[in-house]
Every structure is written in structure tokens, then in C-alpha cells.
């Protein structure tokens, strides 16, 4: 393990490099980190850490990215300070037990990269090689790692010593290839950062990084599916009428799409076989659970409990999902869909955009942070996330938008806004959206059952509706007829286009016609 001297950790008390599924399990049962559950999943509790720590995500100030960083969303640390937490970092892991994944982010191997992570758990060393790519053994001869991830959770960094926020810290240095995490046990800190890495070399490629899901239907058709987490990616990527790419990041090149990863991370609070077949029947031995409360003598899981967090976890392999696509790759996408939890309940169901309202809606990134999903966050706030994805996001937004539009219009993509989120009225008076409806709504857009129907255009925000869907009551298509109070209703609209107007004029070289598909704030 040379390469591990290279980057300064040494003496290492024993070094388990890319073991199976089931010796990581075995390891992480021997040294008390989890228990298996009736299904033969892994469960772990994550401690004070039960989502993602924005506040704690660092990137390095270093010359070669300084002027391309978005740095209005993304918190400096100088190179000297992270030399000095990377220093304190490998000196913990001194007679330590560590373990080594070798793998890659991305399915296509003309772009992929190779990556090495490091692991001071064994938990976490499996959660990396079920939601990365696995390299066959003959890939595995020649892997040479162009970046390396450093997780040692036990490790906690002194924010007055050490430059950061809190005792928890995730730094990605661009120049040393290299992200560096501790104090925090939270295992999607890890895929995020690798994601964050991706985002900015992609683009300098020409790739559209994305954050979205996708699929692919039994006749060829592929589909793409973004939103936050909670939106619904995972759940409605997963359909068994349809075979799965992915359920989170991918990549858009010149010929098609691929996944990132090679395993998926569904919320599962809950969860049920009856809603979510194929992520249910997932959760068997080597799946990895997050935060899941679990009875103490039947080891069954109780998706339906929040009283560990809303945020509970379950990362697989994709192959665990019937008729995933190994590899995931999939041709140029026929629909795509935005999804968005509208905490307001204005937006409708379903609407068809043109390729500048797809573009304004892309940037905008309209959504509602979730309970659970990031620390602090105990209720559904209305938030806007440029590009569906914000928070992992090394580049200016602009930078994804363009590549979008130029994909949209260069294979004919269609484009949809749907709604997740709540309809009848806001979060506390309304009900959320039914998934059941959902799902119709989507089906007909990816059938193009929603191309010959009738449609009418909202008259806040300039959507198109359609009149008609099938399996779906007409009168839920248009929210205004669900709102008891009419009324109600086009002040919350209003007060929300709004928001989106205020919003849009944070981003600088927005071309004209693009603003102007957003809401109409003036005429209303």
C-alpha cells in the first residue's frame, strides 16, 4: 500500500483492502458497529449526525480553482489550514485499523474516475463499495486512484484551531485530489463529496453533471428525473415497468447518459412493499441502513418510526433493483422531469414546459427542504436550489444551465414540472400530493399520452396544464379547484411568483427570453 505512505498515513495497525460485502459485514458485527436486521440488512446508528452538515463542507483556496469556484455557495479554507487538519487527521489513524475501497465514479469508462476511499469504519468502507462502482478484478490490477477520500468519523477537528465551523468537516482540495471527513458518522457525506468532485470536473469536459435519477423504458426511451432529496428521484425512478439507471447523479455527454454510481440511497421513513416494491425487497444483506429503529428481539425494521430522525437511509447496489441497467448507460434522454415538493400547494400536478421555462425552472430549482434531510431542518421550508442541487455545486449555476439548454435543444427532450409536494392548500392545510396519481402523471408524460390533450395555461406562472390525464381526476390538474378558498389561493401564488422573481436576480448573464419565461409578478 505505497500509495498510502505517499499521502502521509503511516503505521497503520492492520489494513483490510477491498474485502466482500459479507467480510465487511462480518468485520462491522465483530467490532459492535451495527446489527443485522430480520431482512439481513446492516443497520448502523449514525450519532449526532443524521444528515448532511452544509455548514461543515469546506473547499480549499487553492490558485488552480480560485476563479472558477462559485464561492457566493461554497465556504473557503485556506491551503495552510487544511494542510494542518489533513496532518492532525493521519496522525489519529496511526495504529489504527483502516479500510480501502478501490472503485470509480462513473459507469462509462471513457469518462469515469478512479477513486480510492479510505475508512476508519468497516460500515462505511461497505456503504462505499455498494454505492460506487466495483472494478472487475482485472480493473482492480491496474487501478490507480486519481482521487482519494479520507473518512475517519472518530476524528473531531477544533474549529478554533482548525479553521472550521464545528468539530464535524468535509474539505475537498481540488489541487491534492483529495477530500478529507471527520466527526461526523453520516455515510452520505462521503457519496456527496465524490458527487461535488464530479460536478466540477464534468462540465470542464463538456459533461452536464447532474443531480437526478434516470431510466430507461422497454422501448429504448430514456428518462431523467431531478429534484432534492425527499422529491421523490429514488421512488419514482424505481419503477418495475421500467428498467433503472440510477436513482441520483449522472453525467449527460455527447452520447447519452450514465450513472455516476453503482448503488442507490433511498429515504426509507415510511417506507412499505405495497408503495415501493423494489426498494423494500433491496433492504437484504448487504444493504447498509441508517438511523432505522429496529426491534430489539425480532431485529425487524419500523420504517414507519421517526424517532431517531425523519431522515432514516438505505443504501444497495443498484443490482439489487430487478432489471437494473449494469452498466448504467442509457441514450440521449426523450423526457425529463423536474419534481419539486411545493410546500406552497400552488404549483399544479403536472406542466409541460417550453425549453426556456425548462431553463428559468432549472435555474430557479424550486423546492422545499424536507424534515430530517439536513441538521436543523425540522419542518418543510420553501427553499430555491439552482439546478436541483446547490449544495454540491463547485461551479457557477450558469455553467450546468447552458449545458442544459444546449442538450434540451440539440435531442429534443421534452420537459415537465411536477409537483410532489402538497395540493388543497400549504403544508398544515393541505394534503400531500398522492403517489399514486403521481406515478399516472409521469407514465403519461413518458408514454406521450400528454401530447395530443388539451392544455391550459396557469395565469401566475405561465404553465401549461393539461385539461386531461389519464388516471388522474381532471380536477386536481389545475390547484386553484382544489383550494376551498379561492382567494387564498392566488395570494399564496402570488406571494410565491414573487419569490421566484426575487430569486432569479441573484444570477448574473440570464438572457432575456429566459427571465421572461418565469412568472409574471407584474401583470398580477
Avoid at 473557503?76 to 483502516?98: G, T, V
Avoid at 431542518?377 to 449545458?403: D, H, R
Wanted: glycine share 8%; hydrophobic share 40%.
Amino acid at each position: 500500500m505505497e500509495k498510502l505512505d505517499s499521502i502521509g498515513l503511516i503505521n497503520a495497525k492492520n489494513i483490510y483492502k477491498n474485502l466482500s460485502p459479507t467480510r465487511l459485514v462480518e468485520e462491522s458485527l465483530s467490532r459492535e458497529e451495527g446489527i443485522l436486521t430480520s431482512t439481513g440488512a446492516l443497520n448502523v446508528y449514525t450519532g449526532k449526525y443524521t444528515g448532511r452538515s452544509p455548514n461543515d463542507k469546506f473547499i480549499v483556496d487553492e490558485p488552480s480553482v480560485h476563479d472558477k469556484i462559485w464561492w457566493g455557495n461554497n465556504q473557503a479554507i485556506s491551503e495552510s489550514d487544511f494542510d494542518s487538519l489533513l496532518k492532525q487527521l493521519l496522525a489519529y489513524l496511526q495504529n489504527r485499523d483502516i479500510f480501502v475501497f478501490d472503485g470509480f465514479a462513473g459507469a462509462d469508462p471513457k469518462y469515469r474516475l478512479p477513486i480510492r476511499v479510505i475508512n476508519e469504519f468497516a460500515y462505511q468502507n461497505l456503504f462505499c463499495r455498494q454505492l460506487f462502482i466495483v472494478p472487475t478484478d482485472e480493473e482492480l490490477k491496474t487501478h490507480e486512484p486519481e482521487f482519494t477520500v479520507i473518512s475517519a468519523p472518530g476524528f473531531e477537528a477544533n474549529p478554533k484551531i482548525n479553521k472550521v465551523n464545528s468539530e464535524a468537516f468535509i474539505v475537498i482540495s481540488f489541487e491534492k485530489k483529495m477530500v478529507i471527513i471527520g466527526g461526523t458518522k453520516y455515510a452520505g457525506e462521503i457519496k456527496k463529496s465524490v458527487f461535488s468532485v464530479m460536478n466540477y470536473l464534468m462540465p470542464q469536459q463538456g459533461i452536464l453533471s447532474m443531480h437526478c435519477s434516470a431510466n430507461v423504458g422497454k422501448d429504448g426511451s430514456t428518462a431523467l428525473f431531478f429534484g432534492l432529496s425527499g422529491t421523490g428521484k429514488t421512488t419514482l425512478s424505481a419503477d418495475p415497468n421500467r428498467f433503472l439507471i440510477g436513482d441520483d447523479e449522472h453525467g449527460w455527454t455527447e452520447n447519452g447518459i450514465f450513472n455516476f454510481e453503482g448503488g442507490c440511497y433511498a429515504k426509507c421513513i415510511n417506507l412499505t412493499r405495497e408503495k415501493e416494491p423494489q426498494i423494500y425487497d433491496a433492504i437484504k444483506f448487504g444493504a447498509v441502513l441508517e438511523n432505522v429503529v429496529v426491534d430489539e428481539n425480532t431485529r425487524i425494521p419500523d420504517y414507519s418510526s421517526d424517532k431517531i430522525t425523519e431522515n432514516t437511509r438505505a443504501a444497495y447496489p443498484v443490482e439489487f433493483i430487478p432489471g437494473a441497467v449494469i452498466p448504467g448507460i442509457g441514450g440521449h434522454p426523450k423526457t425529463v422531469v423536474f419534481l419539486t415538493a411545493d410546500a406552497f400547494g400552488v404549483l399544479p400536478p403536472i406542466s409541460k414546459l417550453s425549453k426556456e421555462q425548462a431553463m428559468y425552472y432549472f435555474i430557479s430549482g424550486y423546492t422545499s427542504k424536507l424534515a430530517g434531510t439536513e441538521r436543523g431542518i425540522t419542518e418543510p421550508q420553501a427553499t430555491f436550489s439552482s439546478c436541483f442541487g446547490a449544495p454540491f455545486l463547485p461551479l457557477p449555476p450558469m455553467v450546468y444551465a447552458k449545458l442544459l439548454g444546449e442538450k434540451i435543444e440539440k435531442h429534443g427532450s421534452e420537459v415537465f414540472l411536477v409537483n410532489t409536494g402538497w395540493t388543497g392548500g400549504a403544508y398544515g392545510v393541505g394534503q400531500r400530493m398522492n403517489l399514486k396519481y403521481t406515478r399516472a402523471m409521469i407514465n403519461a408524460a413518458l408514454d406521450g399520452k400528454l401530447e395530443s390533450v388539451e392544455y391550459e395555461k396557469d395565469p401566475i406562472f405561465g404553465l401549461m396544464m393539461p385539461k386531461v390525464c389519464p388516471d388522474v381526476p381532471s380536477e386536481i390538474l389545475n390547484p386553484i379547484n382544489t383550494w376551498k378558498d379561492k382567494d387564498a389561493y392566488v395570494a399564496t401564488a402570488k406571494r410565491l411568483a414573487e419569490s421566484f422573481a426575487k430569486n432569479i436576480k441573484k444570477f448574473s448573464g440570464i438572457a432575456p427570453e429566459i427571465a421572461a419565461a418565469g412568472p409574471k409578478v407584474d401583470n398580477n
